[in-house]
């Protein structure tokens, strides 16, 4: 396993390194004429949780399947701070997943807390 970034220790001033995250619950999903998104709570193997949101262009990419239980490595994702007005988690960031997200499913985590 190569280098990667606990949830916890996300800050906009360190380069982002893969995250390994589990997927504990998938929200609603909006579908537009050319886009889907897809809200997302996920979890670190320590525990910390955050909010993620799946911007997906119909006409251009594959099918990212993110089912809920199952565990990820993400890389190029983008963080910023939340701008919902409605937060689902206390993290003081949010992430965005688009089309050049890396997404690969991984095996569960040894120690989970899940």
Known sequence: ???QTMLAEMSLLKPLLPIRVK???KGKTEVGSRFQKSE???EDEKGTIIQATLFRDLDTSIEIPLEEGHCYEIKNFVQTPPSECIRLTKNRYHIN??????ILEIDPF?????
Do not use: A, D, E, W
Not at 97 to 102: A, D, H, K, P, Q
Not at 110 to 114: A, C, E, G, T, W
């Open 97 to 102: 997943l688009n089309n050049s997200s890396f």
């Open 40 to 42: 997302l709570i996920i």
């Open 23 to 25: 997927v504990t619950c």
């Open 1 to 3: 396993m190569g280098s």
């Open 110 to 114: 040894l120690k989970s807390i899940f």
